[in-house]
């Protein structure tokens, strides 16, 4: 059974850093495109960065391009997006996400909020 569990979330000011982790289990992920949605109170999900299916190319929202980055340790089965310079419209549930087979796993989610 795929299981994607976030941590790293919380309160920073702005212009402060974070990183989530999103640890995977229930088989091997190198072979998945996985990546980091968000979703701010009223507002639909979107996609922020995510690796493609191969795993060699990466891409990101242009509102975080520069600022956030996004990368994986195979070993350990874990994505990470370090997020910097962080502004107030970052506000958001932030979600891990890898799709299989056309079926769309999300882990539980974390929150970032950014205060200005």
């Known amino acids: 059974q795929v299981q994607l569990v976030e941590s790293g979330g919380g309160l920073v000011q702005a212009g402060g850093s974070l990183r989530l982790s999103c640890a995977a289990s229930?088989?091997?992920?190198?072979?998945?495109?996985m990546g980091w949605f968000r979703q701010a109170p009223g507002k639909e999900r979107e996609s922020v960065a995510r690796f493609s299916w191969s795993g060699s190319n990466t891409y990101y929202a242009d509102s975080v391009k520069g600022r956030f980055t996004i990368s994986r340790d195979n070993a350990k089965n874990t994505v990470y997006l370090q997020m910097n310079s962080l502004k107030p419209e970052d506000t958001a549930v932030y979600y891990c996400n890898v799709r299989i087979s056309g079926v769309d796993y999300w882990g539980q989610g974390t929150q970032v909020t950014v205060s200005s």
């Open positions: 229930g088989r091997t992920f190198s072979s998945y495109a």
